[in-house]
């Protein structure tokens, strides 16, 4: 029943004020008041994104997804692309680039908007270009010190979340095309994940990384943002049941990592007053941030699912957190961040979210435990 608010009330709402038909491209966000954008750029995650949504859309029936697919397409395969390879980073309101930087992070969310709109348009027509962006993206973005660089030109301090996220694009390009060079490209992140990135010690995943790789620390801590904690836990879920479906040799170590990434999230980072996820917190558990924006919270919801023995009660504590985020605005809208106190301001809902909640609320496992 949790898709109901995704194909009744916000798809719908998004197809009719977040695309700019006109013009070919996606709107940045919807105002909660108005409906209206203020923005006067384009991001490539926001096309990809929403070419992501849109595609989860199509699947569940809904009217104008398909045709919000394929203008996606066009934009990622047409303005998008640099002729010397790669993606912008950014465009103007005509879809011309204005910066030219090319991010990994935003690249990967190209590689997923492939991979997702697979069900739409065909593999067969998609294939060729998610393996040549992932060969790229190999070539190009390769660190000397292990992973990836954050951009071309690079950029410091290196981070986890690109890692994360070109993780969960080749996993789903493994899916979605069946060709083994996505899966293998997958395991060499969760190999970089177990040796370089999750920090034993701590049981924790810290945000920011030095050149050679190493956590960057203040006072021998560093910065953990939860949300990606509980990414991790279901990208990690992801790959195991991906690597045993292949036969591959199963990694005793990743439930280990998995179990530590969970118990210090619950431990350090849901906020007993208002049972909401903290945006960020030290690795000794101190406090950062303790205002909580909305991804954390789908994100412990795609976590939760895969609990050990996980059962609905599991998820009803996230599922509650998730709808403060609902309260007091249209359906179909969210406020995008609360306070410490759990209050929310009228800042406009931004079109990058609505991945997160589609990815969270269309997850078969959540589904299969929320029915």
Same mark, same amino acid.
């Given at each position: ?40 750029f384009?991001?490539?995650?926001v ?39 790669g993606?912008a ?11 030219h ?8 969310f ?12 065909g ?31 690079? *950029?410091?301090? #290196? %981070?986890? !979340?690109?890692?994360?996220?070109? &993780?969960?694009?080749? =996993?789903? +390009?493994?899916?979605?095309f ?27 995943l810290?945000?920011?990384f ?18 990606h ?11 195991a049941?991906?690597?045993?479906a ?11 990592a998995?179990?530590s ?41 795609? *976590?939760?699912? #895969? %609990?050990? !023995?996980?059962?609905?009660?599991h &998820?009803?504590?996230? =599922?509650? +957190? ?7 605005v ?25 991945y ?16």
């Amino acid at each position: 029943m949790r898709t109901r608010w995704l194909e009744d009330c916000a798809w719908p709402l998004w197809l009719e004020h977040g695309v700019d038909w006109k013009r070919r491209a996606f709107h940045e966000h919807v105002d909660l008041a108005s409906l209206r954008c203020r923005a006067e750029f384009r991001r490539l995650r926001v096309a990809a994104r929403q070419t992501y949504v849109f595609s989860k859309a199509a699947g569940h029936g809904v009217p104008g997804a398909r045709d919000a697919v394929s203008l996606g397409l066009d934009f990622l395969r047409g303005p998008a692309r640099l002729a010397d390879g790669g993606f912008a980073w950014r465009f103007d309101l005509d879809n011309r680039p204005i910066d030219h930087t090319r991010d990994l992070y935003d690249h990967a969310f190209v590689l997923l908007a492939f991979a997702a709109a697979t069900p739409v348009v065909g593999a067969e027509s998609l294939h060729a270009e998610a393996v040549a962006l992932t060969e790229y993206i190999a070539e190009n973005f390769a660190h000397p010190a292990g992973g990836y660089e954050e951009s071309i030109p690079s *950029a410091m301090p #290196r %981070r986890q !979340n690109p890692h994360m996220h070109l &993780l969960e694009a080749l =996993l789903a +390009a493994h899916d979605a095309f069946g060709d083994e060079l996505f899966f293998d490209r997958a395991e060499e992140l969760v190999l970089i994940f177990l040796s370089r990135l999750f920090q034993a010690a701590e049981g924790a995943l810290p945000e920011y990384f030095d050149a050679a790789l190493a956590p960057q620390r203040e006072a021998g801590r560093f910065l953990v943002e939860p949300g990606h904690h509980y990414e991790w836990v279901w990208l990690l879920d992801w790959y195991a049941r991906s690597a045993a479906a292949t036969g591959r040799p199963a990694r005793p170590e990743l439930r280990q990592a998995s179990d530590s990434l969970f118990a210090f999230a619950g431990r350090f980072a849901v906020d007993p007053i208002t049972g909401l996820v903290v945006n960020s917190v030290w690795s000794d558990g101190a406090a950062r941030d303790g205002g909580f924006r909305l991804w954390p919270q789908t994100e412990r919801l795609k *976590a939760e699912a #895969r %609990r050990e !023995n996980a059962a609905s009660d599991h &998820l009803a504590p996230a =599922l509650v +957190a998730l709808g403060k985020h609902f309260e007091g605005v249209r359906p179909g809208l969210w406020i995008e961040r609360l306070d410490a106190d759990g209050h929310g301001g009228g800042d406009p809902a931004p079109a990058s979210s609505l991945y997160h909640l589609t990815a969270a609320l269309t997850d078969q496992a959540v589904v299969a435990l929320t029915r």
